[in-house]
């Protein structure tokens, strides 16, 4: 099997978390664009009845002891457990509820857990809400935006649009005041309606926004990508019709941007801007797209197969199994530790000479699927968006540093004049002489503050 290899057991407490798939791909949706329905068909044939993909409860009990013991050594007081899918409420309740008194019996003293959980909410009630607020768990809900742009893809098993049951889950979560962030997939339906999208979420209550590029690919024949390919097999694949263009999530991400800059900071987050921030802070970056290397992120399966990551389920990635080898040892092992470098050791010279290397590091594997002017392979698919959204917001970012640096709220930055330009052009130069007071509110001469 190509998944076998030879483990060398860690010598030292590593930090590194795990994706679990309780339902594997199993989902209550049949969202066209998702990149895990060819998974299903490809790769879990032999487990096609409903209940063989459920992951068990002895092997729950294996995986939340081994994860509370590898971390606990760890430095930081959180451990952090991450479920998802597929659709982890088609698991149970019941089986969440043995994970938690599992979670109680056996976390350490000086340790907190946290449970972070996606989902599609159309099966959350009352009794989720309850369950979820009992035990502080945070939730992502998986939304595209207003009814017009979810609907096009987000289909229930019927056919028919699933926004209304996801604004009934997320309404049972609000009631019973269970924190709760968005994530929303940005693809060709919605890459021009950035604004609108930002602001239907922000009405909705969410104050935490995650947007996801949407790049999948299939062949001359309509098959979608099932599995990693060669560089010269690479032109027989195209990005499907419904994926974001090379510009489009640039061109999305700027909208929402320009809003937030103007009306939101501090009050909101977005992941990317709040990554971006970090780099301009010199901290390393919270999301693994945009770190120099990968590799702390592991995916489990519902029958225990541990994989290098969620975007790369194949065998050529599987790790082991957690029935015949530790969850640490898999995890942080030789394999998956040269997984985690050939992210950049992979880049080709336009990135190793980019100016912004640093904000993304050639973004995400998965997307790295394009030639550079030289022919180079390994270039990422949305180099032109990240550019695009790096010249646009780089330096407004870089100034919202400035004022962190400083002790000075980021919300300060709303009141810069150039922010309040008629025309809506946050980029707009208002000229500001050296000896002037920083248009930032820092309280600093521009040349000691934004002008540096």
């Known amino acids: 099997m190509s998944g076998v290899m030879q483990h060398q057991p860690s ?148 056919g028919g649009g699933s926004y209304n049951k996801v604004i009934e889950g997320l309404n049972w979560l609000k009631k019973y005041k269970v924190a709760f962030n968005t994530m929303t997939v940005v693809g060709r339906h919605n890459e021009k309606l950035g604004l609108e999208v930002y602001q239907s979420l922000k009405a909705l209550g969410s104050d935490n ?42 061109h999305f991400m700027n909208a929402v941007f320009d809003e937030w800059i103007k009306h939101d900071v501090g009050a909101i987050s977005v992941q990317l801007i709040d990554v971006q921030l970090d780099v301009w802070l010199g901290r390393p970056s919270s999301l693994c797209i945009y770190r120099k290397n990968c590799g702390s992120g592991v995916v489990m399966e519902h029958n225990g197969d541990v994989y290098s990551c969620d975007h790369f389920v194949y065998d050529k990635y599987k790790l082991g199994n957690m029935h015949e080898d530790s969850l640490d040892t898999l995890a942080l092992s030789h394999q998956q530790q040269k997984f985690g470098e050939d992210k950049y050791d992979s880049l080709p010279n336009e990135c190793l000479s980019c100016d912004y290397q640093k904000a993304c590091y050639g973004g995400c594997p998965k997307h790295r699927f394009t030639a550079t002017k030289t022919a180079e392979t390994g270039l990422n698919y949305l180099c032109q968006s990240y550019m695009r959204f790096f010249n646009h917001a780089g330096p407004w970012i870089h100034q919202i540093a400035q004022l962190v640096r400083q002790g000075v709220p980021a919300a300060k930055i709303m009141a810069h004049p150039q922010l309040r330009v008629n025309d809506g052009d946050i980029n707009k130069r208002v000229k500001v002489k050296r000896n002037d007071l920083c248009p930032c509110n820092s309280g600093k001469k521009y040349k000691h503050c934004c002008h540096a």
């Open 209 to 250: 926004m995650q947007f996801i590029p949407l790049v999948e690919r299939f062949d001359e024949s309509q098959n979608q990508l099932s599995g990693p390919i060669q560089d010269e097999e690479q032109k027989r694949y195209k990005v499907t019709p419904w994926s974001v263009s090379r510009q489009g999530y640039g």
């Open 11 to 158: 010598t030292q407490s590593q930090p590194f978390h795990v994706l679990a798939k309780p339902t594997g791909p199993k989902c209550n949706l049949e969202c066209e664009y998702c990149f895990y329905k060819e998974k299903e068909d490809n790769i879990y044939l032999e487990n096609r009845k409903a209940n063989s993909l459920n992951m068990s409860e002895a092997l729950l009990r294996e995986y939340v002891a081994q994860y509370i013991k590898s971390q606990s050594s760890v430095e930081g007081p959180i451990i952090n457990f991450l479920w998802q899918g597929g659709e982890p409420t088609m698991r149970g309740i019941s089986f969440y509820r043995l994970a938690v008194q599992l979670q109680k019996e056996l976390c350490p003293a000086d340790k907190t857990i946290h449970n972070h959980f996606q989902t599609n909410g159309i099966l959350i009630n009352e009794n989720w809400a309850k369950f979820f607020a009992e035990h502080d768990f945070l939730i992502g809900i998986s939304i595209d935006g207003p009814q017009f742009i979810h609907d096009m893809y987000r289909k229930t098993l019927s």
